[in-house]
């Protein structure tokens, strides 16, 4: 059994055994079934990780998922051990984390909500091709027009739609729009209406997290220099599914923006497992936002970043 192995049966012990879940509670949190549970502990207890206590594969990314978990109240937290990663891009061994993760919840009648991003990228490229022909993938974001980009929510959909065989709804308009009459035209149509709808249903999302100061409206030139500037003055420390946070948590007012094609922050609360990928020093301050927010129930993110936002 690999490390990763190891350190599942800890945390399902711990949940269990330390903070006094039942099973069917841990079954709720990491969305396999109760009978999978009562074998795992029963796995943990035939390999002596529990004995008196919880006996962990310790390392310093296991007890930062703690700390994490506790101080935020998620689901679960996962944390990349990045230090002896060498000089393998951070986006990737996220990915890689991301990736492994979703295979070991997504469930075939699952609908998964997609949003956009670098890191997501590299998610869906280190996904393994199984079929789940009945799982339902939905755009969560418009497009980047008229910058495209390899991260953009429609291509990431498409690409994972392809990985599983699964059906997708994509939102087929640019994120950013110039007036309320736009946007009610475009969600008018019959294609972009069907894909909003279809957000109620999302059970499962996964979302990148964007930090103000490196965020694709900033590197793409979409916003005014007075958009920008009248945007730091809001607070706002980042972004997620292109919806503005401040330090609190908290969406700040960036209507001055105008209309964006996009889950809204309270529709995204109400998705029931919502995994959050992202790290690295610039992303420190967005992603502490972000689980602040409550709309976020699993963050998978790597040690130093970790740090960061539990000191």
């Not at 976020?296 to 936002?309: E, L, P, R, S």
Request: with cysteine; aromatic share 6%.
């Amino acid at each position: 059994m690999g490390s990763r192995d190891a350190g599942l049966l800890a945390k399902i012990a711990a949940w269990y055994y330390e903070d006094g879940l039942t099973q069917e509670e841990i079954a709720r949190r990491s969305r396999v079934s109760r009978p999978s549970v009562s074998r795992l502990l029963s796995q943990a207890r035939e390999m002596g990780i529990v004995q008196v206590k919880v006996a962990y594969p310790l390392s310093q990314a296991k007890e930062l998922e703690r700390r994490l978990e506790k101080t935020f109240g998620l689901k679960e937290a996962i944390v990349a051990d990045t230090s002896g990663s060498g000089s393998l891009p951070l986006v990737r061994t996220l990915g890689a984390a991301a990736a492994e993760y979703l295979e070991r919840v997504l469930d075939e009648n699952d609908v998964l909500g997609v949003s956009w991003g670098n890191t997501l990228y590299h998610v869906i490229q280190s996904l393994e091709p199984r079929p789940m022909e009945r799982l339902t993938i939905v755009q969560l974001c418009g497009g980047l027009a008229p910058v495209w980009e390899a991260t953009d929510s429609a291509d990431l959909v498409r690409k994972m739609a392809a990985v599983y065989g699964a059906r997708a709804y994509l939102l087929q308009g640019p994120l950013l729009l110039g007036s309320e009459e736009e946007y009610r035209y475009l969600a008018s149509n019959p294609a972009i209406a069907l894909t909003l709808d279809k957000m109620k249903d999302v059970n499962v999302a996964v979302v990148g997290i964007g930090a103000l100061e490196d965020s694709v409206f900033m590197r793409n030139n979409m916003l005014s220099p007075e958009q920008v500037e009248a945007l730091r003055a809001t607070g706002a420390v980042g972004d997620i599914c292109s919806r503005f946070i401040g330090p609190d948590g908290r969406e700040v007012d960036a209507t001055f923006i105008g209309p964006m094609l996009a889950i809204r922050m309270e529709e995204l609360c109400r998705v029931e497992h919502v995994v959050a990928v992202a790290g690295g020093p610039r992303k420190i301050a967005a992603l502490r936002a972000a689980l602040l927010t409550g709309a976020i129930d699993v963050v998978i993110t790597d040690t130093d970043t970790a740090a960061g936002i539990v000191a």
